[in-house]
C-alpha cells in the first residue's frame, strides 16, 4: 500500500474517532491523546498529520464537504448540492456548532463560499447561454449567490438548525429562479 493511501487512511481514522468524541463533550475539552488512543496510534502519529485538533477539523470539512460537492457539479444537480450541503452540516450538528461558535468564522466562511461558489458558477454559465451576459457579469452574480448562501448557511447553524433543509433549499431555488429570469430579461446585458 503506498504511503498516500495509509496518510488518508490514518486520517480518516482520527477524524472518525473526533466525530464521536464530540459527540459526548464539546471540541475544547477533547484531547489529541484521546483521540489517538482511540485509533490505537500515539499522538507523534497525529502530529504528522495535523498541527492541532483545529487541523483536523478543517481537513474533515475540507475532504468531506469537496467530496460531496463534486459529484454534483453540473447544473441540473445543484439543489441536490445544496441539501446535501445543508444535510451534511445537520449530521454533523455539534462539530457544526462549535465550529461556528467558537473558531476561526472567517476560515469557514471562506471554506462555503468556494464549495458554493463551484455548483453557482455552472447555473449561472448555464442559464445566461443563449444571451450575451459578460464575463464580468456572471462573476458578480456568482459571487453574489454564494455569498448570499454562505451566509444563509451560517445563520442557520447559528440559530441551532431548526429549520429543515428541504425548506431553505427550496426557497433558494425559488429565489434564484426568479432573480436570474429577471437579470436575464432585464436591460442589466
Not at 445537520?90 to 462539530?95: C, D, G, P, T, V
Amino acid at each position: 500500500m503506498s504511503s498516500l493511501v495509509i496518510s488518508k487512511m490514518t486520517k480518516e481514522l482520527f477524524a472518525t474517532s473526533l466525530k464521536k468524541y464530540m459527540k459526548r463533550k464539546p471540541l475544547n475539552k477533547i484531547t489529541i491523546q484521546e483521540i489517538s488512543q482511540d485509533c490505537g496510534l500515539n499522538r507523534r502519529t497525529f502530529y504528522r498529520h495535523f498541527s492541532d485538533i483545529y487541523d483536523l477539523v478543517g481537513w474533515i470539512y475540507q475532504t468531506e464537504i469537496e467530496n460531496h460537492i463534486s459529484q454534483y457539479i453540473d447544473f441540473p444537480h445543484w439543489k441536490d448540492a445544496l441539501l446535501d450541503l445543508f444535510n451534511y452540516f445537520l449530521f454533523n450538528k455539534e462539530i457544526s456548532h462549535f465550529i461556528v461558535k467558537f473558531s476561526d468564522h472567517k476560515y469557514l466562511e471562506d471554506f462555503l463560499y468556494g464549495a458554493i461558489l463551484k455548483f453557482v458558477q455552472p447555473v449561472i454559465q448555464k442559464e445566461s447561454y443563449p444571451l450575451a451576459l459578460s464575463q464580468h457579469k456572471k462573476e458578480f452574480l456568482s459571487n453574489f449567490y454564494a455569498l448570499s448562501f454562505t451566509s444563509i448557511l451560517i445563520q442557520w447553524i447559528n440559530k441551532g438548525m431548526e429549520e429543515s433543509p428541504d425548506e431553505i433549499v427550496e426557497n433558494i431555488s425559488l429565489i434564484l429562479k426568479g432573480s436570474i429570469n429577471r437579470i436575464l430579461d432585464s436591460d442589466y446585458l
